[in-house]
């Protein structure tokens, strides 16, 4: 199973991704590893990525979920996947494929971003992914859960919506 953690920036995707990774003794990526240098500098200057900016990301993103399947490995993968034209590219992956997506209150994730340190996202962009977010609510293959708690219940949470066995998040 290949799980992709999504959301918008600042739900604690990386966090919780770790997490689940632990947990499913599987292969962790950090989606925003895959940004080529223009999109990281986009961003940081407080452009929003389009859908040109973002399609090699996620190409690149697919291309590796692919080769795991391929080779039978488990993975977590973190992308924030807001459109389900962006979710499709990654389902193209195989049928492995399950997303958990983190959500929550703006307010929350606001005051999260603005605590954050290191991160080339500045605060000013949450509106424009919160705009961009296409609900996956009624795709079948997306778990939503919301990150009001702590990063291990959020994991667990996660666990608990996929039907997943883990040891670590636990």
Not at 5 to 18: E, H
Not at 93 to 100: H, I, K, S, T, Y
Not at 124 to 143: G, K, M
Request: include cysteine; hydrophobic fraction near 45%; aromatic fraction near 4%.
């Amino acid at each position: 199973m290949i799980v992709v953690v999504m959301g918008v920036t600042s739900v604690g995707k990386t966090t919780v991704g770790l997490l689940l990774a632990e947990a499913l003794e599987a292969h962790y990526a950090e989606g925003d590893s895959y940004h080529p240098p223009a999109n990281v500098e986009k961003m940081r200057q407080g452009g929003a990525l389009d859908d040109a900016d973002r399609a090699p990301w996620l190409e690149a993103i697919a291309a590796d979920m692919r080769r795991w399947q391929a080779e039978g490995r488990s993975a977590v993968v973190t992308c924030s996947a807001l459109k389900r034209s962006y979710r499709d590219v990654l389902r193209g992956a195989g049928p492995g494929v399950r997303f958990a997506w983190l959500t929550g209150d703006p307010a929350v994730i606001r005051r999260r971003m603005e605590g954050r340190q290191g991160h080339y996202m500045p605060v000013t962009l949450l509106p424009s992914q919160l705009a961009t977010l296409e609900s996956p609510a009624d795709e079948p293959d997306v778990v939503a859960v919301d990150v009001a708690g702590t990063p291990r219940e959020v994991a667990q949470a996660v666990l608990r919506a996929l039907g997943a066995s883990g040891n670590a998040a636990s």
